[in-house]
């Protein structure tokens, strides 16, 4: 090189940068730089800053199960993004009339993998309980290009169930009434909630129970009794009465 020269130095081209990183622009201690006299070196020292891509990570919450029930969802769901070495990051999705709805975690460096978990806290609405959420990829890689990715977290929502015990009870001479045994059978119309059908034995006329589980808690019950013993000689039966009907089923406990 000439002595005396004042050279500027670029770097036109460089190498490839590692997956999920990028070349920041480089940083030349020198330049330009001039060329020492004969026999002497100058030197330049170029630093080139290799950074981490940084890519979006979506959460998108959607509810399952009975519509009845996914339309009374209004609650906000927490997440947690736990990335190792690559940080931690957290989000909340918030949920209208059990509509699906996301939220996006920026800043989430590209080749991490992460493990999502739903922090526990929204509220189901009354008589359903959440089964545990189901995510369609868990843990989750973020694509070393820096493209986005999506998580799908579902929520199962399933209906709480409780029970509804029948007595059954007779009125009239109690001479006769002993003389009563067999079964009552009972059908109960729960409407959208479905049907269920039970029987009460009855032995000499004594009051007994039956009782009908796995009801879904609120639903509203019509009771009739489909089928009877039969009536001691020289009786009949009247028309039942009920105590309560419909009846609305009731959490167990």
Same mark, same amino acid.
């Given at each position: 090189?000439?002595?005396g020269?004042?050279c500027a130095?670029?770097?036109p081209g460089?190498?490839a940068?590692?997956a999920?990183y990028?070349w920041?622009a480089?940083?030349?201690a020198?330049s330009p730089v001039?060329i020492p006299?004969?026999g002497?070196?100058?030197?330049?020292t170029?630093?080139n800053p290799?950074?981490?891509?940084n890519?979006?990570l979506?959460?998108?919450?959607?509810i399952?199960?009975?519509?009845?029930?996914v339309?009374? &969802? /209004?609650?906000? *769901?927490?997440f947690k +993004?736990? !990335? $190792?070495a690559d =940080?931690q #990051?957290? %989000?909340?999705v918030? @949920?209208?009339?059990?509509?699906?709805?996301s939220?996006v975690?920026?800043?989430?460096?590209?080749?991490a993998?992460?493990t999502v978990t739903e922090?526990p806290g929204?509220?189901?609405?009354q008589?359903y309980?959440?089964?545990?959420?189901v995510?369609?990829k868990?843990?989750?890689?973020v694509?070393?290009?820096?493209?986005?990715?999506?998580?799908?977290a579902?929520?199962?929502?399933?209906r709480?169930l409780g029970?509804?015990t029948l007595t059954k009870?007779?009125a009239?001479?109690a001479?006769?009434l002993q003389? &009563? /045994?067999?079964? *009552?059978?009972?059908a +109960?119309? !729960? $409407?959208a909630? =479905?049907s #269920?059908? %039970?029987?009460?034995? @009855?032995?000499?006329?004594a009051a007994?129970?039956?009782?009908v589980?796995?009801l879904?808690v609120?639903a509203?019950?019509q009771?009739a009794?489909?089928?009877?013993?039969?009536?001691?000689?020289?009786?009949?039966w009247?028309?039942?009465?009920y105590e309560?009907?419909?009846?609305v089923?009731?959490g167990?406990?």
């Open positions: 090189l000439p002595v020269a004042s130095v670029t770097e460089r190498a940068a590692p999920g990028d920041d480089p940083v030349i020198t001039v006299a004969q002497g070196t100058a030197t330049v170029v630093t290799l950074k981490r891509l890519s979006a979506t959460i998108t919450k959607a399952s199960g009975a519509a009845a029930g339309a009374q &969802v /209004n609650a906000s *769901f927490a +993004l736990d !990335c $190792g =940080g #990051f957290s %989000t909340q918030a @949920v209208v009339n059990g509509a699906t709805a939220s975690v920026s800043g989430v460096p590209a080749g993998s992460c922090t929204a509220t189901a609405p008589g309980t959440w089964d545990t959420p995510f369609d868990n843990p989750v890689v694509p070393a290009t820096g493209a986005a990715v999506t998580v799908l579902t929520n199962p929502l399933k709480s029970s509804l009870q007779f009239g001479p001479d006769a003389k &009563v /045994n067999g079964k *009552f059978v009972f +109960l119309n !729960c $409407g909630d =479905g #269920f059908t %039970t029987e009460v034995q @009855v032995s000499n006329g007994a129970t039956a009782t589980k796995d879904p609120g509203s019950c009771v009794e489909t089928d009877s013993a039969a009536a001691p000689a020289g009786f009949g009247a028309a039942p009465l309560t009907n419909p009846v089923v009731l167990d406990g």
